[in-house]
């Protein structure tokens, strides 16, 4: 198995998002500078022990562990605002709805703001949710890094298993960068910081440019 930095040791903050199906923010977010890891689940509600097909009162989201020194909470509800796959200003089912879950007071203040300057830019009332971070469930293994699971041979090169899925530096920058999130500058830098081989290395990137600008979403 190569020698890959699966999971980062930098010290790290959470940020929790629901924005719509959390395949495209697991992406998303994941080939963004200064995102560490990111893995996808079923938050906000009260439903114990939620699953994809009885989800109860939780909504899908996406929690990221990421560097406040390089990406800012600021900078992720920038992302969050920009790339909705359904209208903040529309009921829609719980199970897609907009939602800021926050880890602490700061996160909650800035998303206050937030939520009032983006209200300040419509006509409709922003009804994004914001709520206390509670009990993240983990999706099954089979929602996490959707697209790069499609290439399963990557897995088997890097020896990426289930469990790596949700915690691997390398597992969360390549589901973005397959997804045509990121920049081929950003790529290049990762796969030598990571220690990507060559022949992963050179599909990604073609993944990358063919499948840039395209959506994201189900």
Known sequence: MPSVAHEATTPFKKATFGMGCFWANDALFGAQRGVLRTRVGYSGGTTPNPVYKNMGDHTEVVEIDYDPK?????????LFWNNHEY?????????YMSLILY???????VSELSIKIEAGKRNDKVL???????????????????RLQKHQWILEELGITPDLLQKSTVATKLNGYIA?????KNFEEDVKSLGIPDKIASFVKIQLLE????????
Do not use: M, W
Request: hydrophobic share 25%; charged share 25%.
């Open 211 to 218: 499948n840039e600008g395209g959506s994201l979403y189900c």
């Open 87 to 95: 209208g903040f200003t529309t009921v829609i089912k719980r199970q």
């Open 128 to 146: 994004t949710e914001l709520a206390p971070a509670g009990p993240f469930y983990q999706a099954e293994d089979y929602h996490q890094k959707y």
């Open 70 to 78: 390089i990406i800012s909470f600021e900078d992720l509800l920038e």
């Open 180 to 184: 045509g999130v990121g920049t081929p």
């Open 103 to 109: 880890h602490d007071e700061e996160q909650k203040r």
